[in-house]
């Protein structure tokens, strides 16, 4: 594929001029985050990373979506972390979109660039590094994992978004398509992040319901997308966080393909109770 364009958040202070106050949506079965939200003033920070903040874009949220936590990272030339994250249930989802981060897992480096992405299974210790010269940028997706006596766990793996050819809907013509990074039929994964992309027109053509949570990252291109009964116009940087069941559809607006980064929990028994730990 061409080279790759995805949104990098840049932080900083709208103008006094500026007025936004109307775009950011908050629901019982969604939320639409605008990319203007990324400002410096709702940044947040984590334990033993040197030179990085974050907007945290998504949060279990008791009576909403409650599966996953994704991260928009933002790391300076020489900061990163060799103690990312001590939570040993969580897995990992990585996907960079500006810069250059260095990660390395069982002895090995990898150098990771625009459209690289990496899977981190939940135990596996690893670090994470920005060696390069400017600001890297990349998308982290946290997702506690789920194991089935009987089913290996997945193993850590590196790939990108040039490397996987898209994979085009039944009946579409090509117009709407997704780049699968984890195959899905592959039982030993509980959660799918992937890349959906529509070209100009494409449309995804009713209202789908469906048991997954979703969260999505505009990455590139405009287009109207259905959240439950509101259509809303979105653009590069903006999110969208919805949970199980709310109705979504799409039509690409733009001149540009409409491109997102799509998280979804999969391949699972539905839990009967959401408490675990309080069972009697």
């Not at 009964?229 to 607006?253: H, I, K, N, S």
Request: charged residues 20%; hydrophobic residues 35%; proline residues 8%.
């Amino acid at each position: 594929m061409d080279k790759p364009d995805y949104y990098v958040a840049e932080g900083g202070l709208p103008p006094q001029s500026a007025r936004h106050w109307q775009r950011a949506i908050f629901t019982t079965s969604y939320a639409y985050i605008p990319h203007t939200v990324m400002s410096d003033i709702v940044t947040s920070y984590l334990p033993f990373w040197e030179q990085t903040r974050l907007w945290v874009l998504a949060r279990p949220l008791s009576g909403f979506a409650e599966s996953f936590s994704h991260y928009l990272m933002d790391i300076a030339s020489g900061g990163g972390s060799s103690r990312p994250d001590d939570d040993k249930t969580a897995q990992h989802v990585l996907f960079v979109t500006g810069g250059q981060i260095t990660l390395t897992y069982h002895g090995n480096t990898h150098i990771l660039e625009p459209g690289g992405y990496a899977y981190l299974p939940a135990g596996l210790d690893w670090t994470l590094h920005n060696r390069g010269e400017s600001r890297a940028a990349f998308h982290w997706i946290r997702k506690n994992y789920h194991a089935v006596d009987g089913i290996p766990m997945p193993e850590p793996f590196i790939t990108s978004d040039q490397a996987v050819k898209p994979v085009a809907m039944p009946d579409t013509d090509g117009l709407w398509a997704t780049s699968r990074f984890v195959e899905p039929d592959d039982l030993r994964h509980d959660m799918h992040v992937n890349i959906v992309t529509f070209q100009p027109g494409g449309v995804i053509p009713f209202s789908e319901t469906h048991v997954m949570e979703h969260g999505l990252y505009v990455l590139q291109g405009q287009a109207k997308y259905l959240l439950n009964q509101d259509w809303v116009d979105v653009e590069p940087g903006d999110y969208m966080w919805l949970r199980a069941f709310c109705p979504q559809a799409c039509e690409a607006t733009g001149q540009t393909p409409f491109r997102y980064l799509l998280y979804k929990d999969v391949n699972r028994h539905m839990p009967l109770f959401f408490n675990h730990e309080s069972r009697k």
